[in-house]
């Protein structure tokens, strides 16, 4: 690999900085590398090159900057934090961590209010798929050890969200990774093409559900997982009656159903979570993102009261009831920047905001219909996606489209050829107006 360096612009004089010992994530590092777009400051809804220009941030970050850059409330309540207890280990409690599963256990339904921190949404993931088998485990049915995802589910990183994953570059090139992951038809469908919210058709789609209790028998299935909202696919929203149906399949056959609201939680969809908005109760919920407002890494998994007192009362008197947990669980720093972070959405009223600014922002999407290269709109609350048409290499398109219009002054998060456009709740209808037009000029000239 040849050297690369860069030389940011009108900044204090400095030295080239090299780019060659960074492996940069989910990037086309050498695309990157050739052609780097850096970005050094942000506020409100903007990002700042180097060059100064101002970066409408359409995609807040990736999707957890719910409250907008740089709130001096979160970075306030962190720095006390740091300066008066800097970390908590196992076994010993620390206030804000006792403090923020309450607040969050206040936003989430019904009894999904046991809540077990993590750092991310990866980590959300894999602790829910083992609090899935711990639950049955501690209910002597040991054989249910088989999880149930969806095509095109995106569902982290990490080992056991790879084996859930239905995007196939994530799984592609890693190997079996964890046995007995079977998965449903996604729900992406022709005839919902152009529907805003929830399609018509597709509901009996969750019937692929009852085919794996067929095929491989209820007593040997833990858990489905999905998205309420596809996100990372691109807001495949569900059609309606599909939760609803999926949720009496579980019920009827004992298998947990587990929402994964990395995206859609803290009030992405109007409601602090899409359980509430499509009034469909899982057994569990990941969330992570919007959590701290990206501020701090953090996640969390809501876990119901079946599930967290079948493992509870399981477990021997004096022993360590779920044997799991992570270095950084419940990170008083993370902590910190959560409540912080559910002060503002609470303070500002943020959710009723995207609420509120959500039928505005899906007539803005929407109205790109018939812009040149669009083949498809999707969207629910202040999420949407636009799809272009591919040039033949999948993404390809897609990739030149999200540099481009970061040239054009926008970020946004692109899968494949489709551009994610979910804006943070604190926009005003002229951001959506300056969303939309860069949006129509870039993606029609391509
Ligand atoms: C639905 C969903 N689950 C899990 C994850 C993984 O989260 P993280 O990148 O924090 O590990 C993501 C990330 O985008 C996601 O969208």
New binding site residues.
Partial sequence: MGHSEFTLRNQPAQKPLSLDELWMPFTPNRDFKSDPRMIVRAEGMYYYNDRGDKIIDASSG??CVAAGHCRKEIAEAVHRQLGELDFAPFLRGHPKSFELASRVAELTPGDLKHIFFVN??????DTAMKAALAYHQARGQTGRTMFVSRERA?????FG?VALSGIVNNRRRYGPGVAGVVHMRHTHLDANRYVPGQGEHGAELADDLTRFVNLYGAENIAACFV?PIA??AGCIVPPKGYLERLRAICDQHGILLVF????TGFGRTGQPFAAQSFGVMPDMM?M??ALTNAAQ?M?AVAISDRVHDAIMTAAQAGAIEFFHGYTYSGHPAACAAGLATLDIYRNEGLFERARELSPYFQDAMFSLKGTGNVTDIRGYGLFATIDIESDGAPGRRGNALQKKLFDNGLNLKNTGDSALVAPPFIAERQHIDQITEILRKTVSSL
């Fill in positions: 990736l999707f991310s949404g990866s980590e959300a993931i995106y569902h982290g990183v990490n969200g998205e996100g990372s994964d609201e990395v995206i990941t992570a993102k890494p996640g």
